[in-house]
């Protein structure tokens, strides 16, 4: 009886010892032998990635942000979100602009170089020196402003014996005059002969014809003096000075050059193709790159009716009044006429254009779901004026086109829009 009492106080507290290694490993209240999830050796699932998000350290815009923490963007869709954010970002990006109406100018753009309305060389009527120069090159000079003096003692001295010289024959004239009426009287009444009525003809003819003798002389000499004062023939600038002060000029020399530059001329070269949408008196802008900013008004002038065999153009001579007196004869301008004026054109950026073998077309913006996609549209254009083109066909006013990441793309391609 008493080994049969031990057996069963051994066999209990085996029994014991076993329980209590079991609560070592096993939480309460859970079956023996249950493993807590995620413990080490099973991860479950999700590997362990199922733990919290951080809306505030994601890169993605404030906005999205606030929407994910208010509960209208649910965060089972966030990874979503990223991964497609992710996927746009290898995409190119460009930019959208809608196709619009505005005017547009038609341009015809040509180089010449600035000419003087006359050029007019001034030449000495008078063999004499050089007493004085008056006017300088760059000079402006009104018509008949003395640009210099020549010495004029000689003849100074020779067209005073001329002047005493028609003053007695003046007198002499006039007391054959008087005896010539005199004689008539007295031939008319038979006091005097013949023969004496005549004398005092001759003598009175003589007179008349030395008092104009004398007068020519004398009138020359006049001129000859006036000669001494080399004058402009017209209004303009000094442009060449050839004499010096003591230097002996001769007859039909060159001593200046004056040039009117009011107003300037710039003779250009158009081609025939052009010239049929010239006209006299259409405006015309003239600019320089010496006088950057500044824009000089034109017109055209003259056109010259007869075409350049050689290089197939026309000569087409355009007038331009510069008040400023800036615009110098000699510099390379550039011109610009305005043949044609479209008030109300369909007009996107010439960079948006692309070429394929001759055809234009651009990139159309279509957006599907979440993405946007351009497509190919080959289309006509007309004028261009700056960075602008005009469209004839192929676009709609308000359809948005690619006009900034052109290079590279292709038809059906996705893309991203820069902001």
Not at 119 to 125: A, D, F, G, L, N
Not at 358 to 369: E, K, L
């Amino acid at each position: 009886m008493k080994r049969f009492v031990s057996l069963t106080i051994s066999v209990l507290l085996i029994a014991s010892l076993a329980f209590i290694q079991c609560g070592k490993t096993d939480q309460p209240g859970k079956p023996a032998g249950a493993k807590e999830k995620g413990a080490k050796g099973d991860k479950g699932k999700n590997g362990g990635k199922d733990q919290e998000i951080d809306i505030d350290k994601l890169d993605i815009p404030d906005r999205m942000k606030q929407a994910i923490k208010s509960g209208r963007i649910p965060k089972d869709r966030v990874k979503q979100i990223l991964e497609m954010r992710k996927q746009r970002g290898s995409l190119p990006a460009v930019k959208i602009e809608p196709v619009k109406r505005q005017p547009i100018n038609a341009f015809l753009v040509l180089n010449g170089v600035v000419e003087p309305e006359r050029k007019v060389e001034v030449y000495s009527r008078l063999s004499a020196y050089v007493k004085q120069i008056v006017k300088e090159e760059g000079d402006f000079v009104n018509k008949n402003d003395v640009l210099a003096l020549l010495d004029d003692t000689e003849i100074k001295i020779s067209h005073r014996q001329a002047e005493i010289q028609l003053e007695q024959a003046k007198l002499t004239l006039n007391d054959e005059e008087i005896n010539y009426q005199r004689s008539k009287q007295l031939k008319e009444t038979d006091m005097i002969s013949e023969q004496d009525f005549q004398v005092a003809q001759s003598n009175y003819n003589k007179a008349k014809l030395d008092h104009q003798t004398r007068l020519e002389n004398f009138k020359d000499l006049e001129l000859q003096l006036s000669y001494t004062k080399i004058k402009s023939p017209v209004e303009g600038y000094v442009t060449e000075r050839l004499i010096e002060v003591g230097t002996r000029v001769n007859t039909n020399q060159q001593v200046f050059t004056v040039e009117d530059f009011s107003p300037l001329l710039v003779k250009v070269y158009v081609p025939t193709s052009d010239i049929v949408n010239l006209n006299t008196g259409m405006e015309s802008e003239v600019t320089t790159d010496v006088l950057a900013g500044m824009v000089f008004n034109g017109k055209i002038k003259i056109v010259n009716p007869r075409i350049d065999v050689q290089s197939g153009t026309v000569k087409v001579t355009i007038e331009v009044f510069d008040k400023t007196r800036k615009l110098k004869p000699g510099m390379f301008v550039e011109t610009k006429v305005l043949i044609r004026n479209k008030p109300d054109a369909l007009v996107i950026p010439r960079k948006s254009v692309s070429y394929k073998q001759n055809q234009a077309f651009v990139y159309i913006s279509q957006r599907q779901g979440m993405q946007v996609q351009v497509s190919e549209r080959p289309i006509k254009t007309g004028i261009a004026e700056g960075d602008f083109i005009e469209v004839l066909e192929g676009l709609e006013e308000g359809e948005r086109i690619v006009t900034v990441g052109v290079e590279g793309l292709k038809d059906k391609m996705k893309v991203r829009i820069a902001r």
